[in-house]
Protein backbone atom coordinates (compact mmCIF):
# COMPACT_ATOMS: atom_id res chain seq x y z
CA UNK A 1 0.00 0.00 0.00
CA UNK A 2 2.08 3.44 -1.29
CA UNK A 3 -1.42 5.99 -0.36
CA UNK A 4 1.13 7.71 2.41
CA UNK A 5 4.33 7.62 1.77
CA UNK A 6 7.28 8.53 4.57
CA UNK A 7 10.85 8.67 4.27
CA UNK A 8 13.28 8.58 5.64
CA UNK A 9 12.13 5.21 7.71
CA UNK A 10 14.79 5.37 10.41
CA UNK A 11 16.41 8.25 11.40
CA UNK A 12 19.03 8.52 14.46
CA UNK A 13 20.00 12.12 14.90
CA UNK A 14 22.32 13.89 17.67
CA UNK A 15 20.83 17.02 19.54
CA UNK A 16 22.60 19.63 17.60
CA UNK A 17 21.85 18.20 14.42
CA UNK A 18 18.77 19.42 12.00
CA UNK A 19 16.95 16.72 9.74
CA UNK A 20 13.43 16.67 7.85
CA UNK A 21 11.30 14.53 7.79
CA UNK A 22 8.95 13.94 4.74
CA UNK A 23 5.44 12.63 4.01
CA UNK A 24 3.55 12.47 0.66
CA UNK A 25 0.32 11.35 0.12
CA UNK A 26 -1.20 10.14 -3.02
CA UNK A 27 -4.68 9.23 -2.23
CA UNK A 28 -6.00 13.22 -3.23
CA UNK A 29 -6.84 14.25 0.56
CA UNK A 30 -6.77 17.67 1.34
CA UNK A 31 -5.48 17.79 5.07
CA UNK A 32 -2.30 16.24 6.58
CA UNK A 33 -1.24 15.44 10.05
CA UNK A 34 1.69 14.98 11.63
CA UNK A 35 1.42 12.43 14.79
CA UNK A 36 4.03 11.95 17.52
CA UNK A 37 3.79 7.84 19.58
CA UNK A 38 5.52 7.17 22.16
CA UNK A 39 5.89 4.08 23.84
CA UNK A 40 2.93 3.52 26.47
CA UNK A 41 1.73 6.45 25.39
CA UNK A 42 -1.41 7.47 22.59
CA UNK A 43 -0.81 8.89 19.43
CA UNK A 44 -0.06 13.06 20.22
CA UNK A 45 -1.38 15.24 17.43
CA UNK A 46 1.38 17.55 16.81
CA UNK A 47 0.32 19.25 13.47
CA UNK A 48 -2.64 20.07 11.42
CA UNK A 49 -2.43 21.60 7.82
CA UNK A 50 -5.64 21.42 5.86
CA UNK A 51 -5.85 23.07 2.72
CA UNK A 52 -2.31 23.65 3.23
CA UNK A 53 -3.34 25.78 5.69
CA UNK A 54 -1.85 25.07 9.45
CA UNK A 55 -5.51 25.14 11.75
CA UNK A 56 -3.94 22.92 14.59
CA UNK A 57 -0.71 23.25 16.78
CA UNK A 58 -1.12 21.31 19.86
CA UNK A 59 1.85 23.87 21.91
CA UNK A 60 4.37 21.28 19.95
CA UNK A 61 8.03 22.91 21.16
CA UNK A 62 9.21 24.93 18.26
CA UNK A 63 12.48 23.10 17.14
CA UNK A 64 9.77 21.34 15.33
CA UNK A 65 8.56 23.11 12.70
CA UNK A 66 6.12 21.95 9.80
CA UNK A 67 6.13 22.51 6.06
CA UNK A 68 3.27 21.81 3.97
CA UNK A 69 4.16 23.44 0.11
CA UNK A 70 1.04 21.88 -1.30
CA UNK A 71 -1.63 19.93 -1.03
CA UNK A 72 0.25 16.48 -1.52
CA UNK A 73 3.54 16.76 0.77
CA UNK A 74 4.18 17.91 4.41
CA UNK A 75 7.38 17.70 5.97
CA UNK A 76 8.78 18.36 9.70
CA UNK A 77 11.55 20.16 10.16
CA UNK A 78 13.92 19.10 13.26
CA UNK A 79 16.61 21.14 14.88
CA UNK A 80 18.19 20.78 18.39
CA UNK A 81 16.16 17.53 19.91
CA UNK A 82 16.06 16.25 23.31
CA UNK A 83 16.48 12.66 23.91
CA UNK A 84 13.14 12.78 24.92
CA UNK A 85 12.05 13.67 21.27
CA UNK A 86 12.77 10.09 20.21
CA UNK A 87 9.56 8.47 18.84
CA UNK A 88 7.18 7.07 15.96
CA UNK A 89 6.62 10.30 13.44
CA UNK A 90 3.61 9.10 12.21
CA UNK A 91 1.93 11.48 8.85
CA UNK A 92 -1.90 11.02 7.98
CA UNK A 93 -4.10 12.34 5.67
CA UNK A 94 -7.71 12.72 4.91
CA UNK A 95 -10.02 14.02 3.29
CA UNK A 96 -12.72 16.43 5.12
CA UNK A 97 -15.35 18.16 3.42
CA UNK A 98 -19.05 19.51 4.57
CA UNK A 99 -17.96 19.70 8.19
CA UNK A 100 -17.17 15.84 8.56
CA UNK A 101 -14.19 14.52 9.05
CA UNK A 102 -13.23 11.15 6.64
CA UNK A 103 -11.12 8.35 7.72
CA UNK A 104 -6.99 9.25 8.90
CA UNK A 105 -5.14 7.38 6.42
CA UNK A 106 -1.33 6.72 8.23
CA UNK A 107 1.94 6.00 6.59
CA UNK A 108 4.78 3.80 7.82
CA UNK A 109 6.50 6.63 10.03
CA UNK A 110 9.99 7.84 10.84
CA UNK A 111 11.09 5.88 13.96
CA UNK A 112 13.63 8.61 15.61
CA UNK A 113 16.21 7.94 18.03
CA UNK A 114 18.17 11.18 19.32
CA UNK A 115 21.08 10.73 21.05
CA UNK B 1 -7.99 13.44 32.56
CA UNK B 2 -7.26 11.40 29.97
CA UNK B 3 -9.62 12.25 26.46
CA UNK B 4 -9.41 8.44 25.46
CA UNK B 5 -9.26 5.89 27.86
CA UNK B 6 -8.68 1.70 27.24
CA UNK B 7 -7.40 -1.03 28.92
CA UNK B 8 -4.25 -1.75 28.00
CA UNK B 9 -4.09 -6.03 27.88
CA UNK B 10 -2.15 -7.71 27.19
CA UNK B 11 -5.43 -10.21 26.21
CA UNK B 12 -4.11 -13.50 25.30
CA UNK B 13 -6.90 -15.80 24.24
CA UNK B 14 -6.98 -19.04 22.18
CA UNK B 15 -8.02 -18.93 18.75
CA UNK B 16 -11.45 -19.40 17.67
CA UNK B 17 -12.55 -17.57 21.31
CA UNK B 18 -14.33 -14.50 21.38
CA UNK B 19 -13.02 -11.32 22.98
CA UNK B 20 -14.46 -8.19 24.04
CA UNK B 21 -12.51 -4.57 24.66
CA UNK B 22 -13.93 -1.29 25.76
CA UNK B 23 -13.16 2.22 25.73
CA UNK B 24 -14.51 5.49 27.60
CA UNK B 25 -14.50 9.20 26.42
CA UNK B 26 -14.70 12.23 28.67
CA UNK B 27 -16.26 14.59 26.21
CA UNK B 28 -19.83 13.92 26.07
CA UNK B 29 -20.41 16.22 23.22
CA UNK B 30 -17.79 13.64 20.78
CA UNK B 31 -19.23 13.20 17.41
CA UNK B 32 -17.33 10.66 15.85
CA UNK B 33 -15.98 7.46 16.81
CA UNK B 34 -13.44 4.83 15.50
CA UNK B 35 -11.68 2.15 16.10
CA UNK B 36 -8.14 1.21 14.70
CA UNK B 37 -5.72 -1.44 14.44
CA UNK B 38 -1.78 -1.28 14.89
CA UNK B 39 0.51 -4.18 14.23
CA UNK B 40 3.69 -4.46 15.52
CA UNK B 41 6.11 -1.81 14.38
CA UNK B 42 3.44 -0.74 11.16
CA UNK B 43 0.95 2.44 11.13
CA UNK B 44 -2.66 2.14 12.39
CA UNK B 45 -4.85 1.47 9.91
CA UNK B 46 -8.57 2.00 10.22
CA UNK B 47 -10.97 -1.15 11.70
CA UNK B 48 -14.30 0.08 11.05
CA UNK B 49 -16.26 3.03 12.35
CA UNK B 50 -18.76 2.90 15.31
CA UNK B 51 -21.92 4.18 15.03
CA UNK B 52 -24.69 4.91 17.33
CA UNK B 53 -27.11 1.95 16.33
CA UNK B 54 -23.70 -0.58 16.12
CA UNK B 55 -22.47 -1.98 13.47
CA UNK B 56 -21.05 -5.37 12.31
CA UNK B 57 -18.46 -6.08 9.61
CA UNK B 58 -17.73 -9.77 9.92
CA UNK B 59 -16.82 -11.35 12.94
CA UNK B 60 -16.03 -8.00 14.57
CA UNK B 61 -18.89 -5.81 15.84
CA UNK B 62 -19.03 -2.11 17.30
CA UNK B 63 -21.38 -0.66 20.05
CA UNK B 64 -21.49 2.93 21.15
CA UNK B 65 -23.19 3.80 24.28
CA UNK B 66 -23.65 7.75 24.54
CA UNK B 67 -25.19 7.68 27.94
CA UNK B 68 -22.72 5.85 29.42
CA UNK B 69 -19.60 7.39 27.31
CA UNK B 70 -17.99 3.81 26.11
CA UNK B 71 -17.72 1.99 23.11
CA UNK B 72 -16.60 -1.28 22.45
CA UNK B 73 -15.26 -4.02 20.03
CA UNK B 74 -16.28 -7.46 19.72
CA UNK B 75 -14.24 -10.20 17.54
CA UNK B 76 -15.88 -13.28 17.44
CA UNK B 77 -14.12 -16.45 16.58
CA UNK B 78 -10.74 -15.09 16.52
CA UNK B 79 -7.94 -15.61 14.07
CA UNK B 80 -4.42 -15.51 14.96
CA UNK B 81 -4.00 -12.91 12.38
CA UNK B 82 -6.32 -10.69 14.76
CA UNK B 83 -3.12 -10.30 16.63
CA UNK B 84 -2.59 -6.29 17.03
CA UNK B 85 -2.85 -3.82 19.23
CA UNK B 86 -6.45 -2.34 18.94
CA UNK B 87 -7.04 1.58 19.31
CA UNK B 88 -9.74 3.93 20.06
CA UNK B 89 -10.70 7.24 18.70
CA UNK B 90 -12.57 9.70 19.35
CA UNK B 91 -13.43 12.87 17.12
CA UNK B 92 -14.80 15.43 19.75
CA UNK B 93 -15.99 17.99 17.17
CA UNK B 94 -18.15 17.39 14.09
CA UNK B 95 -15.50 19.20 11.20
CA UNK B 96 -12.64 18.91 13.41
CA UNK B 97 -9.17 17.70 12.78
CA UNK B 98 -8.68 16.38 15.72
CA UNK B 99 -8.95 13.01 16.76
CA UNK B 100 -8.08 11.68 20.39
CA UNK B 101 -6.15 8.38 20.63
CA UNK B 102 -6.91 5.92 23.31
CA UNK B 103 -3.21 4.08 24.18
CA UNK B 104 -4.60 0.82 22.85
CA UNK B 105 -5.02 -2.72 24.01
CA UNK B 106 -2.85 -5.50 22.85
CA UNK B 107 -4.67 -8.63 21.47
CA UNK B 108 -2.43 -12.29 21.02
CA UNK B 109 -4.61 -15.03 19.62
CA UNK B 110 -2.33 -17.98 20.81
CA UNK B 111 -2.66 -21.36 18.50
Known amino acids: ETGVTQTPRHLVMGMTNKKSLKCEQHLGHNAMYWYKQSAKKPLELMFV???????ENNSVPSRFSPECPNSSHLFLHLHTLQPEDSALYLC??????????????FGPGTRLLVL | RKEVEQDPGPFNVPEGATVAFNCTYSNSASQSFFWYRQDCRKEPKLLMS???SGNEDGRFTAQLNRASQYISLLIRDSKLSDSATYLC????????????FGTGTRLTVIP
Open chain 2, 50 to 52: VYS
Open chain 2, 89 to 100: VVNEKAGANNLF
Open chain 1, 92 to 105: ASSQNSGGRQETQY
Open chain 1, 49 to 55: YSLEERV
